[in-house]
């Protein structure tokens, strides 16, 4: 008990920076700081060039076979658990309003990866923890623009190979591989440009999150029962699923820690920025991402905290 914790106030310590942060993009939007187009160009900062920095810094490293296994079975297990999420969420998500079911859906399934837990795998396990997120955070994105996206507009017509796999996450991973098995040495000046261009992708993530939370009304949010199911399967039963078969299946370390920091994240910010791209509800998807966000705070620190303990 001792341990769970102390393991429950190191990650509670890295989750309350992160909310700080939130703060800070909080008191921007309602001190009119931010403007909602500047908060939008921040956003894009973040995912296409922030991101892959991130990624492709972490494969800097001698290669190492047995590296690469357990990157590839990173990748499996980050695929098998998107699959799984899909037919939960189409199990327990039932919502009349087809709108609402679709926002609902891509909410439980798809968590704040890039955002919210590479800053924490980073904090936590170092260079080997975005090591491994890098592998969820491209299955995120391969299922994101093609499932997700057919979620969002019941049209296959919408799907094609170049949004699926032309994204810059799964640009930076492929980058990254290269760098990684052919051991290449990039000079000190392109390293140091990588690591200050890396050190953005806290701050700047948790002030984007921080702006849509001031956007949202929390109290509907909390009056709406389709809130709960989303926020319960996103929050609590997939990373704790996550975490007992990762274990009984002897997978252990850091890859169980990175997948569980991932899939314990909140809703994905993308939920809001697909709402919007493809004409669904806004509202609701904005007063997922707030709620999870802030729930989030009570549930990353306890299941992480539980994941530590036994990975």
């Known amino acids: 008990m001792d341990d769970f914790l102390l393991n429950f106030l190191k990650v509670g310590e890295q989750v309350l920076v992160l909310f700080l942060l939130i703060a800070v993009g909080f008191l921007c939007n309602k001190g009119k700081l931010l403007t909602k187009e500047a908060n939008k160009r921040i956003s894009d900062l973040v995912v296409i060039v922030v991101v892959p920095c991130v990624i492709i810094k972490s494969f800097l490293r001698e290669f190492n076979p047995q590296m690469l296994t357990q990157l590839l079975l990173a990748l499996f297990v ?54 491994f997120g890098a592998a969820y955070l491209v299955m995120f994105y391969i299922f994101s623009w093609s499932w997700g996206v057919f979620l969002m507009t019941g049209d296959r017509s919408k799907i094609t190979v170049k949004k699926v796999l032309v994204t810059p996450g799964v640009i930076g991973v492929v980058l990254g591989m ?25 701050p700047l993530p948790m002030i984007v999150v921080g702006y849509y939370l001031a956007e949202s009304n929390l109290l509907e ?65 904005v007063q997922l991402v707030s709620l999870s966000t802030v729930l989030s705070l009570i549930t990353m620190p306890v299941i992480v905290a539980l994941a530590q303990m036994i990975a």
């Open 78 to 131: 980050a695929a098998l658990s998107h699959i799984a999420m899909i037919f939960l969420c189409r199990l327990f998500i039932r919502d009349k309003d087809e709108q609402r079911r679709r926002v609902l859906q891509f909410g439980a399934m798809f968590s704040n990866a890039g955002f919210m837990a590479i800053p924490l795998q980073e904090a936590l396990l170092g260079a080997n923890g975005v090591f």
């Open 178 to 202: 290269i760098l990684f098995v052919s051991s290449v040495k990039l000079p000190n000046v392109i390293t140091t440009t990588l690591t200050h261009i890396s050190n953005l992708n806290t």
């Open 221 to 285: 949010a909390l009056k709406d029962k389709g809130n709960y199911i989303c926020t319960g399967l996103r929050l609590i039963l997939f990373p704790l699923l996550t975490l007992g078969i990762l274990y009984f299946c002897g997978i252990r370390g850091d890859i169980l820690m990175s997948m569980v920091i991932a899939i314990s994240a909140p809703v994905a910010a993308m939920t809001t920025m697909f709402s919007e791209k493809f004409g669904a509800n806004t509202i609701l998807s």
